[in-house]
């Protein structure tokens, strides 16, 4: 009987006009995966399809997915100029923007200090500028913010892999903000990482958790301490469509401290690192005023 309503609840999401669009508009330009149920009944993750990357760009690529029992549905935080053949992702002359997001590691049973970590972050962004092009992604039992990979002018992006540069603001961060996260991450029960990696994908907006019957919605700072776990019910989702706001340039004085700092990201290449090693780096930052 669960199971039957587990597919049910699969089918109604994600026949929706309104799911398609999101994930659709999210999707375009990066690399798709999806979870899906194979014959047995177990979660796997596919990111290819007859040997090429999974690219989502129409509702026909949806209903094609959904063929192969989709569940869930991820994208890169890279944005490329082509996602054809299988080295096009792993390609670094390839992408042309790259999403900052910051991956709060939580449950629901702790949805609350979650939410207070989130604030912490979103308040250091605020102090830096960034205001219009922040958005918060309530992805299942934790949730991602996310710096719109737009607000990183073009002109820097000429100067910096935008790989480079997404790394190195959530690093940045998270070094700065080191002690407040651990204070606010109870027990360990809440972990801040920074995932940013050449092949890292994320939930995309209105998709259905793997596992929970829970759907992932999209929140404005200035709504998030509205939040309540009624948001992500997949029958009376509560979303904002503003996710897609940003302004150019926003970003990017905490982009230019932050690659002045620590450099890109450090295992893209055997170059030499311009930078001190990082626990170097902490420590003289934590002993900043």
Known sequence: ???????????????????????????????????????????????????KPIKVESSED???????????????ANVYRRVEYKLDPYDYENIIYCTPVWDIDSNLLRWRDTIKVARKILRFLRDWGIRESVYVKWSGKG????????????????????????????????TKLSQDLIELCVRGEIRVE?????????????SLHRKLDVVC????????????????????????TRWREF???EANRLAEAAYRALGGYPLKSKRRRKTKPLDEQIMKWLQRD
């Open 1 to 51: 009987m669960d199971e039957v309503r587990h597919i049910n609840i699969i089918h109604e999401h994600y026949s929706r006009g309104e799911v398609q669009r999101e994930i659709i508009d999210f999707c375009r330009g990066r690399w798709a995966a999806i979870h899906c149920l194979s014959p047995v009944g177990k979660l796997v993750l596919r990111r290819y399809t007859s040997g």
């Open 62 to 76: 949806l209903k094609r997915l959904s063929g192969y029992g989709m569940r869930s549905i991820y994208a890169t």
């Open 143 to 174: 949730c991602h913010i996310h710096i719109n990979e737009r607000s990183i002018s073009e002109s820097l992006l000429e100067k910096h892999s935008p790989l480079d540069i997404a790394y190195a603001i959530v690093e940045y961060v998270n």
């Open 194 to 206: 920074n995932k940013i990696d050449p092949a890292r994908i994320f939930t995309c907006p209105l």
């Open 217 to 240: 919605i999209c929140i404005k700072p200035d709504a998030l301490d509205k939040f309540a776990l009624e948001w992500i019910d997949p029958y009376n989702f509560r979303h904002d």
């Open 247 to 249: 302004k150019e340039g």
